[in-house]
C-alpha cells in the first residue's frame, strides 16, 4: 500500500487524486493533506480518508478547521503555514507526493519532497518554469523520482520507452530513437473566434472550457494559450528536449493528449476522453495500471479529429512563453508571476481578456534582472516582478 501526501488537495487535482484513491482503497493511504483556506472541502476530505495531518496555508482557516475536527472527533493533526507544508511534503513514511498547489506558492513544498527523495507527481508546472535547472539538480541529487500529471505530459511518458521513463529529464530524446514529441492542446474556447473579437470575452467565458473542468486560473490560461506555452517550458525540462525536438498541434477534441513521433516513421499516441484522472492513476500506479473511474473512449462516437498549427496572432501568450524559455530563466520568472497577477486581475473583471498579454509582454521588455543562482533569488525576482505587475495594473484601472 502506498503513503501519499496531497498538496493542494482541495483543488481540482487533488480531488481527482482522491476519487482515484476511494476507488483503490486497498492500495493507497493518504497521510497528509495541504490545502489553503477552504476549510469546508478539507473537513469533508478528513472525514472520508482520515489522513494523519492536515496543513493549511492561512493560520486563520487552521485554527477553524481543527475546532470541527475536534467536535467531530477527528483525531487528524492540523498544522499551518509554509514551515509546516513543506514538512508534511518531506514525511518519512510518505511514498508519493502529490504536487498540486498552484502557483508559485507550490514551489517550495515541492522542493522539499525532492530533498527528501521522494516520488513526485507534479501538476505544479510552476515549479520547473521558475526553477527549472536548480529544480532539475535537486532532482539528481536526491535520488528522487518526478512523474508528471497533466495530461499532455503523461501522455507523452506513457509512451516513452521504460527507460525514459525512469530517468526523466536527462535521458536523451535521440539516442532513444525520438525524432520529436507532439504536445497537442485543445486551443481553449476562443480558438475560433478573430483576435478583434477576444477582447470582449468575460471572465464566465474564458472559464468555461469546451473539454476540460478545471480550477479558475489554468482555465484562464487555456482561453490565452499561455497554459500551452507553460507546458511547453515544461516538456523542455522534462523530456530534455531541445526546441527541434518539440511540435505544438492544436486539437480541439481532446481525444489524442500528445504523441511521440520515432526515427523509424512510427507515431505513438494516447487517446483517451478528457479525464485527469486517467493520467493521475497512471503516475500513481506506475508502471502498473488501475481503475481510474473515468469512461472509456468510444470511437462510434467520435465524428471527427481535427488538427491546426497554433495562431501566434491569435494567442500571443503562447508565442511570449516559447520566447522567454529561450531568453533564460529569469524571463520565465518574471513572465509567471507577471501572468498570475493578470489573470487574477481579469478575473475580478478589473482588466479586458486581452490585457493579459500586453500587461505580460510590456513587463517582460521593460524589466531586467540577472540569472538566479539560487532559489531566495528566484522568489526575489517573482516578487518585484509582482509589484511591477500590480503598479502596471493600478494605473489602468480608474
Not at 28 to 39: H, P
Not at 104 to 133: D, F, R
Not at 347 to 369: A, H, Q, V
Request: contains cysteine.
Amino acid at each position: 500500500m502506498k503513503k501519499i501526501t496531497i498538496l493542494g488537495s482541495t483543488g481540482s487535482i487533488g480531488i481527482s487524486t482522491l476519487s482515484v484513491i476511494k476507488k483503490n482503497p486497498n492500495l493507497f493511504k493518504v497521510i497528509a493533506l495541504v490545502a489553503n483556506t477552504n476549510i469546508a472541502t478539507m473537513l469533508e476530505q478528513c472525514e472520508l480518508f482520515s489522513p494523519d495531518w492536515v496543513a493549511m496555508g492561512d493560520e486563520k482557516s487552521a485554527n477553524i478547521l481543527r475546532k470541527k475536527l475536534k467536535r467531530r472527533k477527528i483525531k487528524t493533526q492540523v498544522l499551518s503555514g509554509e514551515k509546516d507544508i513543506c514538512k508534511l511534503a518531506s514525511l518519512k513514511e510518505t511514498d508519493q507526493v502529490i504536487s498540486a498547489i498552484i502557483g508559485i506558492a507550490g514551489l517550495l513544498p515541492t522542493l522539499s519532497a525532492i530533498k527528501a527523495g521522494k516520488t513526485i507527481l507534479l501538476a505544479n508546472k510552476e515549479s520547473l518554469i521558475t526553477c527549472g535547472y536548480l529544480f532539475m539538480k535537486a532532482l539528481a541529487l536526491s535520488g528522487a523520482k518526478i512523474f508528471p500529471i497533466d495530461s499532455e505530459h503523461n501522455a507523452i511518458f506513457q509512451v516513452l520507452p521504460i527507460e525514459m521513463q525512469k530517468n526523466l529529464g536527462v535521458s536523451s530524446l535521440k539516442q532513444n530513437s525520438i525524432k520529436h514529441i507532439v504536445l497537442t492542446g485543445s486551443g481553449g474556447p476562443f480558438y475560433k473566434l478573430s483576435s478583434s473579437d477576444l477582447s470582449n470575452v468575460t471572465p464566465v467565458q474564458a472559464c468555461s472550457h469546451p473539454n476540460w473542468l478545471m480550477g479558475k486560473k489554468i482555465s484562464v490560461d487555456s482561453a490565452t494559450m499561455m497554459n500551452k506555452g507553460l507546458e511547453y517550458v515544461e516538456a523542455r525540462w522534462l523530456f530534455n528536449a531541445s526546441e527541434s525536438e518539440i511540435k505544438i498541434l492544436i486539437h480541439p477534441e481532446s481525444v489524442i493528449h500528445s504523441m511521440v513521433q520515432y526515427c523509424d516513421g512510427s507515431l505513438l499516441a494516447q487517446l483517451s476522453i478528457p479525464d485527469i484522472r486517467i493520467s493521475i492513476s497512471y503516475a500513481m500506479s506506475w508502471p502498473n495500471r488501475i481503475y481510474s473511474g473515468a469512461k472509456y473512449l468510444d470511437f462510434y462516437a467520435i465524428n471527427n479529429l481535427s488538427f491546426f498549427e497554433p495562431n501566434f496572432i491569435q494567442f500571443p501568450c503562447l508565442k511570449l512563453a516559447i520566447d522567454s524559455f529561450a531568453q533564460g530563466q529569469s524571463s520565465m520568472i518574471v513572465l509567471n508571476a507577471v501572468n498570475e497577477i493578470a489573470v487574477s486581475a481579469f478575473l475580478d473583471s478589473r482588466i479586458s481578456f486581452t490585457k493579459i498579454y500586453e500587461i505580460n509582454f510590456e513587463i517582460l521588455m521593460s524589466s531586467c534582472f540577472s540569472e538566479p543562482n539560487c532559489i531566495e533569488d528566484i522568489l526575489e525576482i517573482d516578487r518585484k516582478a509582482r509589484i511591477l505587475a500590480k503598479n502596471k495594473i493600478s494605473s489602468l484601472v480608474f
